[in-house]
């Protein structure tokens, strides 16, 4: 076999060992150190190959854990669970409430932005749907709102944490395909306040015509809406010096990170964060930071064979070749995207087709930053839809009165709505990449 047909059938075997139940992390870089040394003997025999192939796969763990852009990772994932635990999202959903709750549907949408708020401070999908499960689920049932509904609008807010910064999907897409991570941080911001209020909108449509599916909340005074907003502030704060530092050029986004955990653990011990509350945060923060690390260390081997296979190359001079419209394939391969989301989880999806498929996208003249964004945003369906669909798997674990299969119901209005955000994003590609080149030019 030549290394193209390797590569093929190594990614096969690959895709069967993940389809069948192996962990993401275990399959790729067994698949990776396999077709090294197949490759390599082909050319060194097999005992030199083994010698090569195994030292070179056991080289990237170190190599790659060293990196400095991969240190942003467990900043942002502690920013996330210090804020849980000191107690921010209970404030900032009160806020949210009093501000929004008159609109059809008011507590729902303000769920959303509340969610939204949370994810620029968590980075944490299934955290910030955790979280609001048990803050704003409890809430909206009280009102009488529908479950299914409650259960989706948590479900679905908490995906936009992996596109408002500090994501941790948007870091990892810049470690893959090399490009700034600064960029991408500040590019995430405005497409995931277009895809909140599109889940807002969603919302309001949908109790616009059916009432009884989101009663009104009570209408609050403008005295009582003003003294919800204080405790915002720590939120604010946190968004403002991370987004102002990476925007101005102050700090880059690791030491933006480590700024805004700070920031958050000062005000977690000032509002009486307890030892064992930060003791949990900072083994949580671990325990993900490992299992991320694992994942990309594994996928990194594949993509060094790969690079060896020559199959990025082959897939993008097969793409380009194509007699179809650039719009036409782009699309082609969101709509693979949109399947794969459905067998497998984001982060393992994004690291396995990323090397093949980002490289194609870019020699369509497609522009890497906002291919980041719409990939990324794609990546959110598979977190709300079946039969994965981990955030519905979250709130339904939270809620066991509410059975996940209502939980999924209930994301379909949102699923429609993250079509139409992509929708936009298509058209209109200086939302994604208005503030990076802003950010260019300052």
């Known amino acids: ?19 069948f139940g192996m962990r993401v992390a275990f399959a790729s870089a067994l698949a990776g150190t396999v077709g090294l040394v197949w490759i390599l003997s082909t050319k060194l025999g097999l005992e030199k190959a083994l010698y090569a192939g195994l030292g070179m796969a056991g080289t990237i763990p170190h190599s790659k854990a060293v990196t400095y852009a ?19 999202t209970k404030s900032l959903f009160e806020a949210a409430k009093r501000w929004l709750g008159r609109l059809p549907g008011g507590l729902a949408v303000a769920t959303v932005f ?5 994810a620029a401070v968590s980075g944490a999908s299934t955290a910030t749907a955790a979280v609001f499960a048990r803050v704003a689920i409890p809430e909206m049932l009280k009102d009488g709102y529908d479950k299914k509904l409650a259960a989706g609008v948590v479900a679905a807010g908490g995906t936009l944490a992996t596109l408002i910064p500090p994501s941790a999907i948007l870091v990892i897409y810049a470690i893959i395909v090399e490009e700034s991570v600064g960029q991408l941080l500040l590019a995430g911001f ?3 306040i277009v895809s909140a209020l599109i889940y807002g909108l969603i919302i309001v449509s949908i109790v616009s015509f059916k009432p009884e599916m989101g009663p009104k909340t009570r209408i609050f005074s403008f005295k009582e809406k003003i003294v919800s907003l204080p405790g915002t502030v720590p939120i604010f704060s946190v968004i403002i010096i991370i987004f102002g530092s990476m925007y101005f050029g102050w700090a880059t986004p690791t030491e933006a990170g480590a700024l805004g955990a700070f920031v958050v653990f000062v005000i977690a011990v000032l509002k009486g964060m307890k030892a064992s509350a930060l003791k949990s945060a900072l083994y ?13 260390w594994g996928v990194l081997v594949y993509v060094r064979f790969l690079g060896f296979a020559g199959l990025p190359d082959a897939f993008s001079n097969w793409i380009t070749s194509l007699d179809y419209p650039p719009l036409a394939i782009l699309l082609c391969i969101l709509l693979v995207y949109a399947i794969l989301g459905m067998f497998m989880d984001a982060i393992g999806m994004l690291l396995l087709t990323l090397p093949v498929v980002q490289p194609a996208v870019i020699a369509l003249g497609y522009d890497p930053i906002w291919f980041g964004i719409i990939v990324v945003k794609m990546a959110e369906l598979c977190l709300i839809t079946p039969p994965i669909g ?9 809620r066991p009165d509410i059975p996940v299969q209502d939980v999924f119901r209930g994301c379909a209005p949102f699923f429609v709505a993250d079509v139409i955000t992509v929708g936009v994003l298509i058209a209109f590609p200086s939302i994604v990449l208005f503030l990076p080149n802003a950010m260019q030019l300052s």
């Open 114 to 118: 509340a969610t939204a708020g949370f």
């Open 390 to 398: 981990l955030n519905c798997f979250v709130v339904s674990g939270v």
């Open 1 to 19: 076999m030549d290394p193209l047909q390797i590569g093929i059938t190594v990614t096969s075997v690959m895709m069967l060992m993940i389809f």
């Open 190 to 192: 405005l497409p995931g």
């Open 284 to 296: 949580e923060t671990a325990k993900l930071t490992v299992m991320i690390f694992s994942i990309i």
């Open 70 to 88: 991969l240190s942003i990772l467990p900043m942002f994932i502690l920013i996330g669970f210090l804020a849980f635990h000191a107690g921010l």
